[in-house]
Structure formats: C-alpha cells, structure tokens
C-alpha cells in the first residue's frame, strides 16, 4: 500500500481532534489515512484521557481486524501507553522499521518503532467490518 502523509506532519495533536486543518488525536490520523485510501473507518468520541474506555473499545473491535505477524506499509500499529490495559494508542506503519502517530507533545510525527518496541500490542490491518 502507498499513501501519502507528508502533509500530516506537524499536525497538533488535539484530544479528540478529526479535522487535520484544527488538529488530530491518533484515531483522527488514523481515520485521515484510511479515508485517503477509501476505507471508511468507525469514529471513537473518546477523550485521550481515558485510557482504560480507549483500550476497552479498541479491544471489542478487535474482531474487525486482521492480526499480522509482521508490519507492512499501511498497517495499524497498537500501542500500550498504559500499563495494565490491552491498547490505547495507534499508529500507522510507513515502512522502514517506522510509523506515524499524533502525539502529544509533538503533534503528527514519525517515529521509530525500536523507540516504542516495549508497548507494542500488535499489528493489524482492516477487516472486512471496513469498507
């Protein structure tokens, strides 16, 4: 999968943020790239101060995604900011061992995947509950 990201970076991150003109959280970044390539993805109205609702619906939805063993260009990459909870952050993996999340207090950006390796869930790409 090729997409284009470039004009995300630098982004600020907003709780609750889905318009990348005022600001994105992660599922908002994440919601932005999908609709880029035609997938329409379910909202989540979760302020990013909830960590354990955030794992608790990321977990239920589970099911509509599809575990890989391995990152590939375009994949969600689950995130475990929290200790204790199933997920509560996301990503997207661009490649080369890196991914691009929305961050506070950096905003949109990428990062290294070695840099965050500990709190990796998994990864995972759409299902067929995506369309």
């Not at 609709?35 to 955030?54: H, L, M």
């Amino acid at each position: 999968m090729d997409f284009a990201y470039d004009d995300l970076i630098g982004i600020p991150f907003v709780d609750g943020g889905r318009d990348p003109k005022s600001g994105l959280d992660c599922w908002g970044l994440v919601k932005e790239v999908f609709r880029r390539q035609g997938y329409k993805v379910p909202d989540y109205s979760i302020s990013a101060a909830e960590a354990a609702d955030i794992a608790g619906t990321m977990k239920k939805q589970e099911d509509d995604w599809i575990h890989l063993d391995e990152p590939r260009v375009g994949c969600l990459v689950l995130l475990r900011l929290t200790p204790g909870l199933w997920a509560n952050h996301v990503g997207i993996y661009v490649g080369d061992g890196r991914f691009l999340h929305a961050y506070l207090p950096t905003g949109v950006c990428i990062d290294r995947l070695r840099r965050w390796q500990s709190r990796i869930v998994g990864y995972y790409s759409p299902g067929g509950g995506w369309h």
